[in-house]
């Protein structure tokens, strides 16, 4: 069966703004800083303003294959395996630290690349031989390698042997090598480098878990990670009960959430996690102070609670206060829409709200 062009592939979250890759290789973008709505990209002929809650497409010549969002900057990996950026930064992005405002992808000088992660002013980059690249602030050892500079150019880690995957949360970083060990480093106030200590760790770190990871999501201060036989571990702050299995403020060491299904897919955003089923539930838990966690309330959750409303959920993404799923030809979003990131013309949106339909 052929692919629609306009099928949706992928979607990323920053801070405030969403983007959605199509399989051609396009891309668009909604919400604030880094969505390209800031920079006065044309909106259409007449040259009037789109509103917030309407989609912009990213204008450039590269057919990209994946794409990451943070805080006003986005990384996009060409067919080519070349590494791209585009948005908006008031301190630069590693080594530049002039105010950074990119109207369209281009490229950075870096070598090919098989895996792309954004934090919040933290960049890296896995190389076709599974070095790992860092740049940016260097605030608690989070680019992993000694620099004097504060907001570093790019640059290679000695410490860890081949990686397949990373993940960058809000100044920590975590790696998994192609023998399936999972490394950390950075920042660790609530526990979230899961190492058993709270100390800031400067230099790439294994974690022991007691499951054999797949993947992993990145939270404000807390970490998800999905096992190869679908289960979930999280560990980090628990103040708003993200983790799912405690009521303790935090976990430095990783835990097993209990969940009614084996899981496909995890994402966690400030305070608030998901988690969808090979099934296609999807489940939520954490902190709802703006509806984020999809389950029509604001009202916290410190266990996995299903989203109702939702099917044929192809993957999920999770901002700071808000998230997203696609289906191949729809895009939902809930949570605080403050920016337009999610469509909707309500600043909360506590239950699914279908704002692009492709099909």
Not at 9 to 38: E, Q, Y
Not at 148 to 153: G, M, Q, T
Request: proline share 6%; glycine share 12%; net charge positive.
């Amino acid at each position: 069966m052929r692919t629609s062009p306009l099928e949706i592939v992928k979607i990323a979250c920053g801070r405030d703004h969403l983007v959605a890759l199509l399989s051609s290789g396009k891309t668009l973008a909604w919400g604030g800083i880094g969505s390209g709505r800031d920079l006065g990209v044309p909106q259409d002929v007449c040259s009037t303003p789109t509103p917030k809650n309407r989609p912009i497409e990213i204008n450039t010549s590269y057919k990209l294959k994946s794409i990451s969002a943070g805080f006003g900057i986005n990384l996009g990996l060409t067919e080519h395996n070349k590494v791209v950026s585009w948005g908006n930064s008031s301190i630069g992005i590693g080594g530049n630290n002039q105010i950074i405002a990119l109207l369209e992808p281009r490229p950075l000088d870096l070598p090919e690349a098989n895996v792309i992660a954004v934090g919040e002013h933290n960049f890296a980059i896995v190389d076709l031989q599974g070095h790992v690249h860092t740049w940016g602030m260097n605030v608690d050892g989070v680019l992993g390698r000694p620099t004097a500079h504060l907001n570093a150019s790019p640059g290679i880690l000695q410490d860890l042997p081949p990686i397949k995957s990373i993940a960058m949360g809000q100044g920590t970083v975590f790696a998994l090598s192609k023998e399936n060990v999972l490394y950390a480093w950075g920042s660790n106030s609530a526990g979230q480098l899961g190492l058993g200590h709270l100390d800031a760790q400067f230099r790439p770190a294994p974690i022991k878990t007691p499951m054999k990871i797949a993947f992993l999501a990145a939270g404000g201060t807390h970490v998800l990670a999905l096992s190869t036989d679908g289960n979930v571990l999280a560990w980090g702050s628990n103040n708003k009960g993200q983790l799912g299995f405690s009521t303790e403020p935090y976990s430095s060491i990783p835990a097993r959430i209990n969940l009614p299904e084996k899981i496909t897919a995890i994402a966690a955003g400030l305070h608030f996690s998901l988690a969808l089923s090979r099934s296609g539930n999807l489940y939520a838990w954490g902190w709802n102070g703006y509806g984020q966690l999809g389950l029509s309330d604001f009202v916290d959750r410190t266990q996995p609670t299903q989203v109702k409303g939702l099917s044929k959920i192809k993957s999920i993404s999770a901002g700071h206060t808000f998230a997203a799923a696609n289906t191949a030809s729809d895009l939902w979003g809930w949570g605080n829409n403050s920016s337009g990131q999610i469509g909707s013309t309500n600043l909360k949106v506590n239950h699914p709200n279908s704002f692009l339909s492709i099909a």
